[in-house]
């Protein structure tokens, strides 16, 4: 399992367009990823549950990635995340 952190620079959060865009992103890999915040822990593929945990600019959430393709599947995830300005 690879884990990282990653603090959210959009003033919304995780809201419907960048949720969204991470949920079709994490589709691409075979590794289940989830996101904790504020406690809760979610699939990242679920766009309701990501939006449910109510993150805003600045959180920190933790982003877990396990299975197969979890080294990929980490490093485009946090490319996507840097280059989305989510």
Do not use: N
């Amino acid at each position: 399992m690879i884990s990282f952190t990653y603090t959210l620079k959009d003033p919304m959060g995780l809201h419907v367009r960048p949720a969204g865009l991470l949920a079709k992103e994490v589709r691409k890999y075979k590794s289940k990823i989830t996101i904790t915040a504020k406690g809760q822990t979610v699939e990242a593929m679920r766009l309701i549950a990501v939006m449910r945990l109510g993150t805003k600019a600045g959180d920190t959430v933790v982003f877990s990635v396990e299975g197969e393709d979890e080294a990929a599947a980490a490093a485009a995830l946090q490319s996507f995340l840097e280059g989305s300005g989510a």
